[in-house]
């Protein structure tokens, strides 16, 4: 059996990042920057106003209170769009809206709650507070100026990401894109839903899975469909997926039965290899790679048939190649690791291989991490992937006491 770190550190070997595109900010999120970003101007780019108000100059409103309040002349109003033409002098102030520029003879905004109109005057303000110079002023470039670094090349763009870069006026950016990864299943024995199961067939549930999985990667997911177990069917399925995807993931086929077909043709088409993992489930796993156009190699994750098996197989395997291929860096390949306790316990016999068990996770009263098994726990217990967001990994050994700690892997 090959050791799960090793078969890790083949896979991802040979998942390297794709080239770097240009996408609009709307197709970005979750994609890696690899260019830095910089900023080319102020933000803001104008001083404007925090608060609804009275834009005074400060030292006029010496001394006012609720009680003492200071009486100002207003001279007109300015909102968020309309650009600053008034010039308050003394003693006057000018009525203005969050975001509005604030004037250049202004130095501060006295807050509406802070003012009281004045009774039978459409045009004068007793203001109630003195105010320092500057109070509720946000100055040009008081968050960035030119020159300054926003974000480094490597960070994941996140929602924020994409707001400083629309805030810079940035309408794309050059990212390495997200993998077009094609999935196909095969089996002879599975069938859609919308027919009625003949005897000897079960529905298809593993291309939805991964299709889903693969799209939750952040990756783009392509539907190759259900292919027969019949080797010219699967043959001309997987040269599709090497013109059109940049990845590919098959499930079923790769085991020992007599009509495992992806196997001879993987072997055929690619450079393949077939390990025995010391995991449970999953424990076969192909991959290799397929000549694509352009002397590309495209990269193949054979995955187990059993519905647990193929998506164990996918969080371990395929989701961290295509991260890589995606252009993330170590920390980002897997998912979030936290220590929990297992409630019940979860016990297993020694075989030699590390368990994957699907768990529930939640964050307790006592700020802990516990995890209860989310149902059957063998391969083909699809059921039981319903409950779980998360994996339990469970090392060669008896398995955990009830109230023992084990590392889980958070699948949601
Ligand atoms: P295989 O890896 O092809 O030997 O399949 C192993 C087991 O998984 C068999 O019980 C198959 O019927 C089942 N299986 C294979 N592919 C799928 C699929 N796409 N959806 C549901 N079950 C499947
Ligand atoms: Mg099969």
């Not at 002098?89 to 009525?95: H, L, M, Y």
């Not at 409630?343 to 075989?351: C, F, N, T, V, Y």
């Not at 590390?354 to 516990?370: E, I, L, Q, S």
């Not at 083909?380 to 339990?392: D, E, F, I, T, Y």
């Amino acid at each position: 059996m090959t050791p799960l770190g090793e078969a890790r550190a083949f896979v991802l070997g040979a998942c390297t990042p794709l080239a770097p595109r240009r996408l609009p900010l709307a197709e970005a999120l979750g994609c890696v920057a690899v260019e830095p970003l910089v900023a080319e101007e102020l933000i803001p780019p104008f001083a404007n106003t925090a608060v609804d108000g009275f834009a005074v100059r400060a030292a006029d409103t010496a001394g006012a209170t609720p009680t003492t309040p200071v009486r100002f002349s207003v001279i007109g109003t300015i909102a968020a769009g309309m650009a600053p033409t008034l010039e308050p002098g003394p003693g006057e102030a000018v009525r203005i809206m969050t975001g509005a520029p604030v004037p250049a003879t202004a130095d501060a905004v006295v807050m509406v709650e802070d003012s009281r109109p004045v009774a039978g005057s459409g045009d004068e303000i007793d203001l109630l507070a003195e105010v320092p110079a500057g109070r509720h002023v946000r100055p040009a470039g008081d968050d960035l100026r030119p020159g300054d670094a926003v974000f480094p090349a490597g960070d994941v763009l996140s929602a924020g990401h994409l707001g400083v870069l629309a805030t810079l006026g940035r309408a794309d950016v050059v990212v390495v894109p997200p993998v077009r990864v094609g999935v196909l299943s095969t089996g002879d024995e599975l069938v859609d839903a919308g027919v009625d199961l003949q005897p000897g067939q079960i529905r298809d549930s593993n291309r939805r899975t991964l299709l889903a999985l693969v799209t939750q990667a952040g990756a783009e997911a392509v539907d190759l469909g259900r292919i027969p177990d019949d080797e010219a069917a699967i043959t001309a399925a997987i040269e599709r997926g090497a013109t059109e995807c940049d990845a590919l993931v098959t499930s079923g086929g790769v085991s020992m039965g007599d009509f495992d077909f992806v196997k001879v043709v993987l072997d055929r088409l690619g450079d393949m290899r077939w390990m025995q993992v010391a995991i449970k489930p999953a424990k076969p796993l192909a991959f290799g790679t397929v000549p694509g156009p352009d002397g590309r190699r495209v990269p193949v994750f054979g995955l187990p048939g059993n519905p647990v098996s193929s998506v164990v197989s996918f969080e371990l395997f395929a989701r961290p190649g295509l991260r890589r291929m995606m252009g993330h860096g170590d920390g980002a390949l897997d998912r979030s690791r936290v220590q929990a306790v297992a409630d019940d316990g979860l016990p297993r016999h020694p075989d030699g291989k590390t368990h994957f068990a699907r768990v529930v996770c939640h964050y307790g009263d006592d700020r802990r991490f516990h995890v209860r098994s989310a149902g059957g726990q063998g391969s083909h217990h699809v059921s039981a992937l319903v409950g779980a967001n998360a994996l339990a990994e469970l090392p060669d050994g008896p398995g955990v006491e009830p109230g023992g700690l084990v590392d889980v892997l958070l699948t949601e």
